[in-house]
């Protein structure tokens, strides 16, 4: 059994709706799940992130189409920021995936709405470095996927994305993400399930996916 199943993808790509009715399907058959939210966790890489504001590197900016705040954080401004930010965040992450997931691994199935891949693609966007999956802070992050992990990513059109959320700061903002998502999905091997469909048949596709758990 898979002990921890995580549905990845551009924001819009219906990631929470699926990961909800994952949810449902497997404790109306006994399961024991949890559902983790898994992106953000700030600890020793806070000092980094205080000094990119100070020096102007992270903009607020206000989305039109919500009035939604978001930190637009450009470490690729600065060549050293860019260089150390991936490290410390990802010493960050391992202390995040020990206590969310590895303790309790022996009594649940985990859920990861998000999960490895959506980091490592956020880090990718924000030091503009799209060779992280190569060099050594990246297979460092990217060994955190053990073997009884699950990965999905769910792919939709840029403009199906932004239809459906209002906060998501620009079609280029996606256009960016889908393709870094789909680069992952092809060298490490991640099944891709088409979240055009409606959300029933994405929902079975998922299913399908995870015949040999349920």
Partial sequence: M????????????????QIKLLERYLKQRGFKVKYI????????????????????????????????????RRFYMNRALARLWPWFFTIDIFIYSTFKIKGKIPSYTILCDRFIPDILIDLMCETKDYTLPRRVVGRLLLSLI??????????????TAYSRKHDIPSIDYLKERRRLYLYLAKILSIPIVNGEKKMIEVHRSILRLLISIV
């Fill in 37 to 72: 939210w898994f992106r953000w966790y700030i600890l020793f890489s806070y000092p980094l992130l205080a000094l990119s504001r100070i020096l102007g590197y992270t903009k607020w900016k206000i989305i039109s189409r919500s009035n939604v705040r978001y930190a637009e």
């Fill in 2 to 17: 898979r002990k921890v199943i995580a549905v990845c993808g551009i924001d819009g790509s219906g990631k929470t709706t």
């Fill in 146 to 159: 053990s073997r009884e992990t699950k990965l999905i990513v769910i792919d939709v059109a840029e403009n």
